[in-house]
């Protein structure tokens, strides 16, 4: 089971669980030696015979979450994560699985996800349409609110069932039945004043040679990388979850929280300078390219005066994206994960990780 503590500021943080951590140190090196929170095994790093190796699972004087370990005849240091990786020759989610014990049934989240979000739901901010005569970017032409469409139709049809399939509001969305985008579900971006500043088209059909995404004609002046997807704008100050895509951060608003999607795997000038006032935790797709964005676009938050201040959490391992964990696990359970799950961001420590 994840251990959990109040760190200095009262807020819930992660642990090493001290007695899986004490298990595997045993299996693999056999003679240990086990003071407090402090577990002595000979080094991995040079000929050692009295045990040089010390790691402590509650993380040393900084309350490190994964652990430390250091070697006091090579100076070798890093997590007690990192250190199962080397040894086991695993990857960092099963090196976490070994030492902390997901749950990955969340069974256990049940109870306290209950108490966490009953009477907590969030209303979202209803939009309305701007006027195209007034406003640089407007949505494309034939493209319609997909209730507004007649009953039947094979336009509103097909994207009522890939929206349903996803748990998503249909009344959030547009559907374009000719031109250029025909049979995309057309998102809308919307600014903190409800002013359509940018949309992005959602392919609905199966032709692996059409463009899955396609946005505004070039011609605008406007890119994904001049915007950011927030469902519903959050207060300066407040937490929020930077998702690859739309669909993810509508999920993180289903939930309760504040989700926002960069469009892609980067983060850009004119996006940071939008959530420059926002407490960012960066919460990319389960795979390798998302886990190398993760590690860049901590490194770029650190490097504009967030360091120490941003979070990270990434779905589990049998969940490509939070759309796909909300489906299959549904809000409560969402909301959940990501508040127990969430870790601070370590440019440092994520090398170790490597």
């Given at each position: 089971?994840?251990?959990?503590?109040?760190?200095?500021?009262?807020?819930i943080?992660?642990?090493?669980?001290?007695d899986?951590?004490?298990?595997?140190?045993?299996?693999?090196?056999?003679?240990?030696?086990i003071?407090?929170?402090?577990?002595?095994?000979?080094?991995i790093?040079?000929?050692?015979?009295?045990?040089?190796?010390?790691?402590?699972?509650?993380?040393?004087k900084?309350?490190?979450?994964?652990?430390v370990y250091?070697?006091?005849?090579t100076?070798?240091?890093?997590?007690?994560?990192?250190?199962?990786?080397?040894?086991?020759?695993?990857p960092y989610?099963?090196?976490?699985?070994i030492?902390?014990?997901y749950?990955?049934?969340?069974?256990?989240?049940?109870k306290?996800?209950?108490?966490?979000?009953?009477?907590?739901?969030?209303?979202h901010?209803?939009?309305v349409?701007?006027?195209?005569?007034?406003?640089?970017?407007?949505?494309?032409?034939?493209?319609?609110?997909?209730?507004?469409?007649?009953?039947?139709?094979?336009?509103?049809?097909?994207?009522?069932i890939?929206?349903?399939?996803?748990?998503?509001?249909?009344?959030?969305?547009?559907?374009?039945?000719g031109?250029?985008?025909?049979?995309?579900?057309?998102?809308?971006?919307y600014?903190?004043?409800?002013?359509?500043?940018?949309?992005n088209g959602?392919?609905?059909?199966?032709?692996?040679?059409?463009?899955?995404?396609?946005?505004p004609?070039?011609?605008?002046?406007?890119s994904?990388?001049?915007?950011?997807?927030?469902?519903?704008w959050?207060?300066?100050?407040?937490?929020?979850?930077?998702?690859?895509?739309?669909?993810d951060?509508?999920?993180?608003?289903?939930?309760?929280?504040?989700?926002?999607?960069?469009?892609?795997?980067?983060i850009?000038?004119?996006?940071?300078?939008?959530?420059r006032?926002?407490q960012?935790v960066?919460?990319?797709?389960n795979d390798?390219a998302?886990?190398?964005?993760?590690?860049?676009?901590?490194?770029?938050?650190?490097?504009?005066?967030?360091?120490?201040?941003v979070?990270?959490?990434?779905?589990?391992?049998?969940?490509?994206?939070?759309?796909?964990?909300?489906?299959?696990?549904?809000?409560?359970?969402?909301?959940?994960?990501?508040m127990t799950y969430?870790?601070?961001f370590?440019?440092?420590?994520?090398?170790?990780?490597?």
């Open positions: 089971m994840l251990l959990r503590k109040l760190n200095k500021n009262g807020r943080r992660q642990m090493i669980n001290h899986k951590f004490v298990e595997w140190a045993e299996s693999r090196f056999g003679d240990v030696v003071k407090g929170d402090e577990v002595r095994v000979n080094s790093f040079a000929e050692d015979y009295k045990h040089h190796m010390w790691c402590n699972t509650k993380g040393g900084k309350e490190r979450a994964n652990g250091h070697c006091w005849k100076d070798n240091k890093g997590s007690l994560v990192s250190l199962v990786m080397q040894i086991d020759n695993c989610d099963e090196a976490m699985e030492l902390e014990g749950d990955l049934t969340f069974a256990g989240l049940e306290q996800v209950d108490e966490m979000v009953r009477g907590k739901s969030k209303s901010k209803i939009i349409e701007t006027n195209p005569e007034e406003d640089k970017i407007s949505l494309p032409e034939m493209t319609y609110r997909i209730q507004d469409l007649p009953s039947g139709d094979y336009f509103r049809n097909e994207a009522e890939h929206l349903k399939e996803r748990k998503l509001p249909i009344d959030k969305f547009f559907v374009c039945v031109g250029k985008y025909k049979n995309r579900i057309i998102i809308p971006y600014d903190r004043n409800g002013k359509l500043i940018y949309f959602r392919y609905l059909g199966k032709s692996k040679d059409i463009v899955k995404y396609m946005g004609d070039k011609k605008t002046g406007i994904k990388e001049d915007v950011i997807y927030m469902p519903q959050a207060e300066n100050g407040s937490k929020i979850y930077l998702t690859e895509g739309e669909f951060a509508y999920a993180i608003c289903i939930a309760g929280l504040n989700g926002v999607a960069l469009g892609g795997k980067e850009h000038d004119t996006q940071f300078y939008l959530m006032k926002y960012p960066i919460a990319l797709d390798k998302g886990k190398r964005a993760m590690k860049k676009i901590g490194a770029y938050f650190e490097s504009h005066g967030f360091e120490g201040k979070g990270y959490v990434k779905p589990p391992p049998k969940y490509k994206d939070w759309n796909e964990m909300l489906v299959k696990k549904g809000a409560r359970i969402l909301v959940g994960y990501l969430e870790k601070k370590d440019s440092l420590m994520m090398e170790l990780k490597e």
